[in-house]
């Protein structure tokens, strides 16, 4: 194995591990719902994440953050609070697969909310993609409106679509926060953020789990925390545009989890929208980092006149 080849190798084992276990998250975080209720579920895996990061917190003597910052991580935190109410209502009335396929738009929405928010440019091919994507869409849908119409599972699709809206925004303050804080400190602060909101709640909607629910409470948090952390760690350690096309086999493991722990299948209307999202998603990206080279090329050639 060549040295750049070697190189690469284990962060996209890595980032490869990561993505598995966000799906083996998504899985019990869907079993934990439905058996003590989407709120509780919510609740107590963020009081479990809040005290896991408080824990790494002190041990690796990571400093509090300054007020700027701490702005950054109060208003992601709420974001990411809607999102995952929002997604994980989704998963208790669709199969894994096919949320996980309808969530993939996100990368598409995000590049318009980077011109929007952070000013870059979208391009016609960029517009092409985001097209092809809003087809997968459509395509996934369609196996939604087709025969037998089921209301719930259509509201459980447009709660996946708006979750994808609030995880786009996400990334934009994901790319923000990356240069101001350590991966230990934005998921310590992100879980205690989500803590405090879904608090509010707490008078009405807390009770106390039984016993049974606590490992998967506690499954659900750490796979939080370690597949952040491999994420995390994988791309400080290798390029995006090797690692990006890795997020897409979460559509694998979803189909895998959710057919072994809750017996779904996935339709071909899935894996058909599955693909043309995937596909304007690539091509999107791949538009993206060759604009990035002929900067860098520009670049280069500067500084070696």
Known sequence: ???????????????????????????????????????????????????????????????????????????????????????????????????????????????????????????????????????????ILSGRLRGDYDADALLGALAVLLSALLFAWNLILQRQQAQCASPVEVAFFQHLVMLGVFALGAPFWLVIPPASAAPLVLLAASLAFTSLAALAWAYARAEAQRLIPVE????????????????????PATVAGALLIVAGCLIAARTKRADASGHQGAHVEAGTV
């Open 1 to 139: 194995m060549t040295g750049p080849a070697r190189g690469i190798a284990i962060p996209f084992a890595v980032c490869c591990a990561g993505v598995a276990l966000f799906s083996v998250m998504d899985a019990a975080m869907k079993g934990l719902s439905l058996s003590i209720g989407l709120y509780n579920a919510l609740f107590w895996r963020a009081l479990a994440g809040t005290m896991l990061g408080l824990a790494l917190m002190l041990l690796t003597r990571q400093r509090w953050p300054t007020p700027a910052v701490l702005r950054l991580h109060l208003l992601r935190g709420m974001v990411v609070a809607a999102m995952a109410a929002l997604f994980f209502w989704a998963i208790m009335r669709l199969p894994l697969a096919e949320s996980i396929a309808l969530s993939f738009i996100a990368p598409l929405i995000a590049l318009y909310l980077a011109a929007l928010l952070l000013r870059e440019r979208v391009g016609r091919q960029a517009i092409g993609a985001s097209l092809l994507g809003l087809v997968g869409v459509g395509v």
């Open 248 to 267: 897409y086999s979460a559509f694998a493991w979803a189909a895998i989890m959710g057919w072994l722990a809750f017996g779904e299948t996935v339709t």
